[in-house]
T-cell receptor
Framework: EDKVVQSPLSLVVHEGDTVTLNCSYE??????LLWYKQEKKAPTFLFML????IEKKSGRLSSILDKKELFSILNITATQTGDSAIYLC????????????FGTGTRLTIIP | DGGITQSPKYLFRKEGQNVTLSCEQN?????MYWYRQDPGQGLRLIYY???????QKGDIAEGYSVSREKKESFPLTVTSAQKNPTAFYLC??????????????FGPGTRLTVL
């Protein structure tokens, strides 16, 4: 059974700080890893990572995958209050049916 | 506008009653999914469907039922057999295929409270 573990479960930092969120996984046949941001309602897609060592970047957010050590990190620099959210990591089943296994999420709170 | 709609946004029910949550999409997506989210937890898959008139159990299907009579609709019924139904329910859809994982769209969710 696929397993996704995120840490920390909760993180509180001051505006302007840099944070690193972790996601480790165990899957039988790795295809990709996805990061989502969930504010009040629907998760919104951030990144999909398939190749090891290649950083994906979008503004102040970046993510990288290490397929050897089976983990990914999501970095947010110069945090803003709008970054407060739950960040979810997920991996799909290996057989192409797009069924995702999610981690527990990291609740990030940015204090002004 | 294309998207996924879920209704109602908030739902209150008495214990022992069945309740049906609506999920509709006009994205022409093949696959649809129902997830449950509890406080401090990630999303857990309840049921999913890849084509009309076919669906599979997810990780926590007990106490739930679904139907997929039309491509655009995937209603979820929370039955009285579900022991802890109070939760936030999210519906999602995606086209099928290797490139579709980054296009899994989520609805706005329904918060169900059982009194």
């Amino acid at each position: 059974e696929d397993k996704v573990v995120q840490s920390p479960l909760s993180l509180v930092v001051h505006e302007g700080d840099t944070v690193t969120l972790n996601c480790s996984y165990e899957v039988t046949n790795f295809r990709s890893l996805l990061w989502y941001k969930q504010e009040k309602k629907a998760p919104t897609f951030l990144f999909m990572l398939t190749s090891s060592g290649i950083e994906k970047k979008s503004g102040r957010l970046s993510s990288i995958l290490d397929k050897k050590e089976l983990f990914s990190i999501l970095n947010i620099t110069a945090t803003q209050t709008g970054d407060s959210a739950i960040y979810l990591c997920a991996v799909p089943e290996p057989f192409g049916n797009e069924k995702l296994t999610f981690g527990t999420g990291t609740r990030l709170t940015i204090i002004p | 506008d294309g998207g996924i709609t879920q209704s109602p946004k908030y739902l209150f029910r008495k214990e022992g009653q069945n309740v049906t949550l609506s999920c509709e999409q006009n994205l022409n997506h093949d696959a649809m999914y129902w997830y449950r989210q509890d406080p401090g937890q990630g999303l857990r898959l309840i049921y999913y469907s890849q084509i009309v008139n076919d669906f599979q159990k997810g990780d926590i299907a007990e106490g739930y039922s679904v139907s997929r009579e039309k491509k655009e609709s995937f209603p979820l019924t929370v039955t009285s057999a579900q022991k802890n139904p109070t939760a936030f329910y999210l519906c999602a859809s995606t086209p099928l295929g290797e490139s579709s994982l980054d296009t899994q769209y989520f609805g706005p969710g329904t918060r169900l409270t059982v009194l």
